[in-house]
Structure formats: C-alpha cells, structure tokens
C-alpha cells in the first residue's frame, strides 16, 4: 500500500536557524513526490516535487528538499527559517507506476513553528 | 502560473439544506478535479476524483448522495454537499491537475483552491 509519513507532529527552531521537515515513503515503483504549505483557513500552496534528475530539488521561499531512494525520505529543508515559515506543511506522493487517476497521498501534516 | 479560485471561502448554512462549492481553474484546463475534506489539524482526506465529461470516482466511505460532484467543463468543478448536517462541518478544498504532461502538471504540479469552510448549524 501507498502511504507517505511525516514523523514529527510540530517541529519547532528559533528564527535564523536551519530547520528540517522530514517525510518517508512507501510506494511501488518510483514516485513523485511533493511539498505543500498551508497557512491557517487556507489551501495548500506547491513549494517544491521532484519527479527525476537531481536528488536535490530547490523550491519556492528558500525552501529545498532532498530525494533519497535508498532512505526512501524526502525531507523538506530551509538554511535560515522565518517567523513568517510558521505553518502546517505536507509531504505528498504519487506513484508514477499506478494505474489511478493520478490522486495524492498526503502525509498528517507537520506544524512547523518558527520563533523570534 | 496555474490557479484555481474556489468560492465561497466560507458558508454557515441550516441543517438539511444544500450547499454548493464551486472550484474554476482560472488559466488552465482541468482536466481531473481533486475534492479534499480536512478536519482541524489533520491531513486532506481525498473525498472524490472527478474527470471532466464523466462521473466522479467516490473514495470508500465517501456517500455519493451526499457529496454531489459535477465537473461539466473544463473550467468548473461543483461539490454539493445535500441535506446538511453539523457532522459534515468541515472545510473543504478542491485541486485541479490539467493540461498535458511537460505543460502545466510537470511545472506546477496540482494546483489547490484557497478553501470553503462549512459550517453547519
């Protein structure tokens, strides 16, 4: 089965900081992957996929991901974090091999809180 | 880029009426529309998948008579929620994925409408 995890429920890192998302995998074959951001009441923005090439993929606001087949992890990471990052973030995959319709699997989502 | 403007961003409505969600892409075809429901602090829960010209493809538990989904045009995707409850108070969210692969889906992946949260009293 298809599933995507995103261990930690909120993470938290003083402004300045390097901060880290983390997200796993689980699909058949190789997937699509994608990082999303939504702000309170609102819907989900596209930061970054990767859907082949470079490991590391670079997205929107400074925010990078870097694919590892062999972890099967997608982590979600910015060098400098901004008060203004503090979100609710989403890992999300597509199995390239699957037959559907193409619909997301989206991880619990991780409460990302970025202090003065 | 690819946008998808859903209205209303917000409806309180009576228990037992309907109301009806409306999701337009903006400066692309949609050719499969996503309708998502998400409970506070939780993840999108996929409710539907709809193909423009066909019937929506209803996730398992998903009431199909309840969650009435019509993707008539390219453009516009409706979710229409019938006979109200307060348990279906929820905000919901619709994405679109269209054109062809190298165009709008390989650069912007899906595109997600801002959201309608439903309140039912």
């Known amino acids: 089965a298809q599933s995507v995890a995103q261990p930690e429920d909120q993470v938290n890192v003083a402004e300045g900081n390097p901060l880290t998302v983390k997200c796993t995998y689980s699909v058949s074959g190789n997937p699509y992957l994608f990082w999303y951001v939504q702000y309170p009441n609102r819907g989900l923005q596209f930061l970054l996929k990767?859907?082949?090439?470079?490991?590391l993929v670079k997205g929107s606001y400074g925010f990078e991901a870097e694919f590892n087949k062999s972890q099967t992890s997608f982590h979600l990471k910015k060098p400098s974090a901004l008060v203004s990052d503090s979100a609710l973030y989403f890992c999300?995959?597509?199995?390239?091999?699957?037959?559907?319709?193409?619909?997301?699997?989206f991880g619990q989502g991780t409460t990302l809180q970025v202090k003065p | 880029g690819a946008v998808v403007s859903q209205h209303p961003s917000r409806v309180i409505c009576k228990s037992g009426t309907s109301v009806k969600i409306e999701c337009r892409s903006l400066?692309?075809?949609?050719?499969?529309m996503f309708w998502y429901r998400q409970f506070p602090k939780q993840s999108l829960m996929l409710m539907a998948t709809s193909n423009e010209g066909s019937k929506a493809t209803y996730e398992q538990g998903v009431e199909k008579d309840k969650f009435l989904i019509n993707h008539a045009s390219l453009t516009l995707s409706t979710l229409t929620v019938t006979s109200a409850h307060p348990e279906d108070s929820s905000f919901y969210i619709c994405?679109?994925?269209?054109?062809?692969?190298?165009?709008?889906?390989?650069?912007?992946?899906?595109?997600f409408g801002s959201g309608t949260r439903l309140t039912v009293v």
């Open positions: 400066d692309f075809q949609a050719t499969t």
């Open positions: 999300a995959v597509r199995d390239r091999g699957s037959s559907n319709t193409g619909k997301l699997i």
């Open positions: 990767y859907i082949t090439g470079d490991n």
């Open positions: 994405s679109a994925r269209g054109g062809q692969a190298g165009a709008i889906w390989s650069t912007y992946g899906y595109t």
